[in-house]
């Protein structure tokens, strides 16, 4: 199945909110337009290991290298989860190294700017700081990639077509207009949606009360999913968070399965998290809304591993 490039996909919304302009209406975004989320057998890297650069270059690889995701003149968008004022061994927030691997391997396949941020729940320089992922940006020294904090005046109402739980909602546009979006996780425990993975990492591009999104959390999630396509999802499982999630704060619900997950397919890829947890893929409501809206594929025997 051919995928759309998200450039397509902007000048497409574009087109449409300009033609629907004389009325005065945000466009409703068309999933027709939208990049294939679930292509046949999509491929699957899972990788083990210690060294956490190597890991996330030898995960990569697997699936062609950043090459095949990541083209020169690119603007890059990665989105680490860094919701949490805690430090890496605690496992709240992505690994410091995953991200700056990513970063690196994003500026080799010759992106134009490479943009870091998150929207945090605890405050946002504290987040940041302590869990590493400032230092490890910062480390990169290039001025092409920054670490930003989420402008307040970024989002803008969209219209979702066919939502379930909502038909509208505020998106940080710097994501919806990026040339790519790299979705990157870490898999821990959550309260409400038993665990948080890509799809739920997603919740940190998006404006509004997200509150209201726990009410009926699996259509809540997919209704974003079905608007923001990232192009690839790296799942940070070197460490995890077993309970007590999504906040943490106890190194005894740390497990360490030294595990990167990576696929285009943001479904395939939580779905083989759940494994990780002793779970199966229909365990997680999430995961079972996405797959039957047709986002990916969440059958792990339909994934090729690679």
């Known amino acids: 199945m051919t995928r759309i490039d998200r450039r397509t996909f902007i000048r497409r919304s ?13 466009p409703a975004l068309d999933l027709l337009a939208l990049p294939a989320h679930a292509a046949e057998m999509p491929p699957l890297a899972v990788r083990k290991g210690q060294d956490v650069s190597l890991l996330v270059k030898e995960t990569l690889h697997a699936l062609g290298g950043m090459e095949n995701f990541v083209k020169s003149g690119d603007v890059v968008v990665v989105k680490p989860n860094i919701g949490w004022d805690r430090t890496v061994e605690l496992a709240a927030n992505t690994h410091p190294e995953v991200v700056k691997t990513l970063v690196e391997l994003c500026l080799d396949a010759g992106a134009k700017q490479v943009r870091i941020f998150d929207r945090t729940c605890n405050d946002e320089r504290r987040c940041y700081t ?4 400032r230092a ?13 904090y989420m402008d307040r005046h970024g989002y803008k109402e969209l219209a979702i077509h066919g939502g379930k739980a909502f038909d509208r909602w505020q998106f940080y546009m ?11 996780p870490i898999a821990k425990h959550h309260s409400i949606s038993r665990l948080t993975l890509g799809m739920k990492n997603l919740m940190g591009v998006i404006g509004g009360n997200r509150g209201r999104l726990h ?27 077993v309970a ?9 619900d740390v497990r360490n399965p030294e595990t990167l997950i990576a696929s285009p397919d943001m479904v ?3 779905a083989y998290a759940t494994t990780l947890f002793g779970l199966k893929p229909e365990d997680v409501s999430t995961i079972v809304a996405a797959a ?13 591993m690679v």
């Open 174 to 184: 710097p994501v919806i207009e990026a040339d790519r979006l790299i979705n990157v």
């Open 136 to 148: 490890a940006v910062e480390s990169v020294k290039s001025d092409r990639v920054s670490l930003e």
């Open 292 to 304: 039957q809206r047709g986002l990916g594929v969440m059958d792990l025997k339909q994934v090729r």
């Open 215 to 241: 009410h009926k959390i699996a259509e809540s999630l997919t209704d974003i999913a079905s608007v923001i396509h990232a192009d690839l999802t790296v799942i940070d499982a070197t460490r995890i968070l």
């Open 14 to 26: 574009i087109q449409t909110a300009v033609a629907t302009s004389a009325v005065g209406c945000l």
């Open 268 to 270: 395939a890829a939580d």
């Open 244 to 252: 007590n999630g999504p906040q943490g704060g106890r190194v005894e």
């Open 130 to 133: 302590q869990s590493g992922i």
